[in-house]
């Protein structure tokens, strides 16, 4: 190749690349949650059949009304519901409280097993996904 051409490849490039529009600013990814249920009961069952397309969730649960002082037991497994299999353990927890647990496993559908004695158990379960978004910014707010 002569080196006039070369040149007028050169300076062909960079006129189309100087030509390329300029990229715009990356949008933030906002994270949003969808209800999947709740779920209450007392003693053990098997629970949900929840199809997930992320297989990301937010589960909170409670214990309440202990009939037995310090004999209450509660038990929450995230599983497979094809296979049977634990995908983890979300709570092991004895007498009262709450509690709040997150997993991030694949999309699939899934189930919950509760084994309980002696409390009443609620949960609930929120999807968690991501979504490409404008985010309001509001200035910083003035110093004094």
Known sequence: MSFEKTVFVFLATLVVASCAPTPSEPQPIVPVTRL???????????????PSETGRFRIRWETSNETAPGAGTFKLT???????RTIGIVADHKGVGTGT???DDGPRTYDFLVESA??????????TTGEFGKTSR???PATR
């Open 118 to 127: 002696h409390v009443d158990w609620k949960f609930t379960v929120e999807e």
């Open 36 to 50: 999947v249920g709740t779920w209450q009961g007392r003693d053990t069952a098997t629970v949900g059949d929840v």
């Open 101 to 103: 647990a997150e997993f």
């Open 138 to 140: 509001l200035p910083f």
């Open 78 to 84: 995230l599983r497979s519901a094809i296979s049977g």
